[in-house]
Every structure is written in structure tokens, then in C-alpha cells.
């Protein structure tokens, strides 16, 4: 479900990441190998919720690759590898039970219009994930952005680890890793860091302590 139709998505994504698309990728290309890799198995088969342009799922090494959003521009921007779902993601899937291994979604569950419509895309990860396949979240923390969160157009529902995390036990998934900052809020209208700048970054968590506003939330469907 979105607040906007797919024509606004589309005018509205234009105009935000204009200009940026190489620096994004550039900035992917060094967090999947260096971070988000370690979650993903070769053999996995992984969705990327409101992949946007697609940065994560094309890049990330796995065994099979859906992605999900509503913009109508997002396709052509996929590698054919990538099985496209152009749905609401708070009705069923178009997948089936205990299908995917991961399913990872960056700066995606703000845009969300209302609490009750992310319970059901929680409920449909649920379903969809194998006993024992993880949820990878990540967002910004309305703790840490108090005004700034409210400075893009599109977001709609605030969350911070804590609320995220309590809606996700409620739903039925054990919480494996909760960290309230991670990176820093956004990449647009900010200044364009060196790639060996994202790596130390990475590599040294007491930064994020102070640079972080987003949150990172890692959680895994029951094994039975």
C-alpha cells in the first residue's frame, strides 16, 4: 500500500535522486561486500522490499533474486536476473509459503501510510520466509530526527528500532539483532564521502555512535 500513486512515485523519485545514481551504487558496491553479504548464503533466495532502483538486489550474490515496489520506473533498472513484483506489498504476495530465505528492505517501511498496513507486510514476510529465514531491516531512527524525518514528501510512518522490533515479536519473529544507529540519514543533498571513508566506517561501530540515524533491525522466522 502506498499513499501515492505510482505516477507521483515516479515524479517524486526523479526529482529526489537525480544526479545520484552513480554515487549510490558506488556506496552498495562497498556495503553489500563489507557488510550485508555476511546474511546472504550463495544458494539464497532473496526479495528486496521497495528496492527503489534496485542498488541492493543487483548487486548482492545469492541463488535467486525477486524485488517488489510501485514505481513503474523501478524494472528498468533491474539486472534480468531479477524477478520484478510491481504490487502492493501489504496484500498477498505473488509468492509462495516458506519460499525465500531473506528478505531486505533499506528506507522502505516509512513511505508505509499507517501501522496496520505494515502488519500485513510483516505478516506476508512471515509467510513467505522459510522456517528460520531472516528479515533484514533497515530505516531511520525518528528518535535520532526529531525534525529531519519529516523533510521528505513520502514518509508517512515513523519508527524507531524499539517499535519495529516489538511489532516484529507481536507477528510472530524472534529478534536476533537490534542497533538504533547504524549509517547516517541520507544520501541526498549530503556531500559525497570517499569510498575508503564507508569502509573505516563500517569497520569501527563506536562511529556509528556518532554518525548513525538510521536503524538496523535483523530478525528470523522460527525454526520448527
Not at 556506496?27 to 527503489?52: E, M
Not at 542498488?55 to 539486472?79: H, Q, W
Not at 536476533?176 to 561501530?205: G, H
Request: hydrophobic share 40%.
Amino acid at each position: 500500500m502506498s499513499a501515492h500513486t505510482s505516477s507521483d512515485l515516479r515524479r517524486i523519485y526523479q526529482a529526489r535522486f537525480s544526479g545520484t545514481a552513480a554515487y549510490r551504487k558506488k556506496v552498495w558496491q562497498i556495503l553489500l561486500p563489507h557488510f550485508f553479504q555476511r546474511f546472504v548464503k550463495p544458494t539464497d533466495t532473496v526479495l528486496d522490499l521497495g528496492c527503489g532502483y534496485g542498488e541492493f538486489i543487483n548487486e548482492v550474490r545469492c541463488g535467486k533474486k525477486f524485488a517488489m515496489d510501485l514505481n513503474p520506473d523501478t524494472s528498468g533498472y533491474l539486472d534480468p536476473s531479477v524477478h520484478f513484483l510491481e504490487q502492493d506489498c501489504s496484500t498477498r504476495w505473488q509468492l509462495g509459503s516458506n519460499s525465500l530465505n531473506v528478505v531486505f528492505t533499506s528506507n522502505f517501511f516509512e513511505h508505509l501510510p499507517e501501522k496496520a498496513a505494515l502488519g500485513r507486510t510483516l505478516d506476508e514476510i512471515f509467510r513467505c520466509l522459510v522456517p528460520g529465514g531472516h528479515l533484514i531491516a533497515m530505516g531511520p531512527n525518528v528518535r535520532y530526527l526529531p525534525g529531519a524525518y519529516w523533510d521528505f514528501w513520502d514518509h508517512h510512518l515513523p519508527l524507531t528500532e524499539a517499535s519495529l522490533g516489538e511489532g516484529l515479536t507481536n507477528r510472530g519473529f524472534e529478534l536476533v539483532k537490534c542497533v538504533d544507529r547504524f549509517l547516517p540519514y541520507t544520501m541526498v543533498r549530503k556531500r559525497q564521502y570517499p569510498e575508503v571513508f564507508l569502509k573505516l566506517y563500517l569497520k569501527i561501530p563506536f562511529t556509528w555512535r556518532l554518525l548513525g540515524k538510521q536503524f538496523l533491525v535483523l530478525a528470523k522466522k522460527p525454526s520448527r
